[in-house]
T-cell receptor, first 114, second 116 residues
């Protein structure tokens, strides 16, 4: 079965520091990959997505992610974190092999210290 | 574009009553809508997939008679929690998808259900 692993449950970074959130997936073919962000008590907002083409994708709020097929990874990065980035981040994958269903990672909670 | 709304945002009800949650795609037509449930400090769990004009497809372990889903139009899906009990208390989130399978899902803001 396809799965998504976010190895870090919590990450704390200082405001202005760089950020990388890890995501690994297990899937036979190249899936479609997504990063969503969720603020407390809110729904999910799409940050960026990868379907095909350039493996470095740019998203909203200054985020980017790089698809690395050899590592089955789709890590999220931001060069300089702002306090408002504190939230929970979910990596998700969908693929034809398993129907039209998003499979989510467990999420990574980002804390930003000033 | 791609805005999804949910109503209500919070609801408190007594045990044994039914609660209806609406999910609307405001600026696009959604061929498919999804309903998720999220427990505290956990990821989202897919409950069911609904396509406009047809019966919803429920995930294993989700009671279709308890969680009634209707997708009557291309912009509206409803989830009715029937005979709610305290264990149904949770955060329910819907998402909407424009057309092709595997396309991006756009999520609503969620509904917090508390059953007393």
């Amino acid at each position: 079965a396809q799965s998504v692993t976010q190895p870090d449950i919590h990450i704390t970074v200082s405001e202005g520091a760089s950020l990388e959130l890890r995501c690994n997936y297990s899937y036979g073919a190249t899936p479609y990959l997504f990063w969503y962000v969720q603020s407390p008590g809110q729904g999910l907002q799409l940050l960026l997505k990868y379907f095909s083409g350039d493996t470095l994708v740019q998203g909203i709020k200054g985020f980017e992610a790089e698809f690395k097929r050899s590592q089955s990874s789709f890590n999220l990065r931001k060069p300089s974190v702002h306090w408002s980035d504190a939230a929970e981040y979910f990596c998700a994958v969908v693929g034809m092999e398993y129907g039209n269903k998003l499979v989510f990672g467990a999420g990574t909670i980002l804390r930003v210290k000033s | 574009g791609a805005v999804v709304s949910q109503h209500p945002s919070r609801v408190i009800c007594k045990s044994g009553t039914s609660v209806k949650i609406e999910c609307r795609s405001l600026d696009f037509q959604a061929t498919t809508m999804f309903w998720y449930r999220q427990f505290p400090k956990q990821s989202l769990m897919l409950m069911a997939t609904s396509n406009e004009g047809s019966k919803a497809t429920y995930e294993q372990g989700v009671e279709k008679d308890k969680f009634l889903i209707n997708h009557a139009s291309l912009t509206l899906s409803t989830l009715t929690v029937t005979s709610a009990h305290p264990e149904d208390s949770s955060f329910y989130i819907c998402s909407a998808q424009r057309g092709a399978p595997l396309d991006t899902q756009y999520f609503g803001p969620g509904t917090r259900l508390t059953v007393l």
